[in-house]
């Protein structure tokens, strides 16, 4: 399958802090790409969809300012967690649409964010 | 009611065994169909596309019914490794994945 990847792998941070996170497509190019979100024992909640070269598109409930989307190219896009607290503490995942193929997510290995 | 309802598990089952999954959802435009398997802190990954004709994959079965929307999964001769998370996917075109809340599986020696 197609490979994505995602960076950093896992953040410990102060609260206040910025944390930016990377999601690449590394061998097919995603126009679409997907932020989920997902707290201890819940399922994966979707919480922006970014388009390459547009803004991106966020779940209701979501604050866009506080978790800015950047899609600038056909294999990146970067969620940034604008002053972080306790709160965002998660496992944050991107998954790139491969829509040449079968029309299907594929997910990053994830980043785990505590904010302390 | 949820988009996209899952057997709510945990399914506790010995090496060997045949289980089986239910996913039900309640959009009838959607029209692409997916199991996913998501092992503990890790990101889900990719099972089997399900079709209406129904696919199977080694030990894996999926069947998708859609006048009952209404999809399966059918795992035989359970192994150790098949222990993890299932998520049904749902998908209209263009639009977004909806993900079910999962059925833990947990295959016990």
Redesign the interface.
Known sequence: ?AVVSQHPSRVICKSGTSVKIECRSLDFQATTM?WYRQFPK???M?MA?SNEGSKATYEQGVEKDKFLINHASLTLSTLTVASAHPEDSS?Y?CSARDAAG?????????T?LTVL | RKEVEQDPGPFNVPEGATVAFNCTYSNSASQSFFWYRQDCRKEPKLLMSVYSSGNEDGRFTAQLNRASQYISLLIRDSKLSDSATYLCVVNKPSQNFVFGPGTRLSVLP
């Open positions: 399958g997907f819940q399922s994966l979707l969809t496992f995942i079968v029309d299907t997510q594929y997910f990053g290995p994830g785990r």
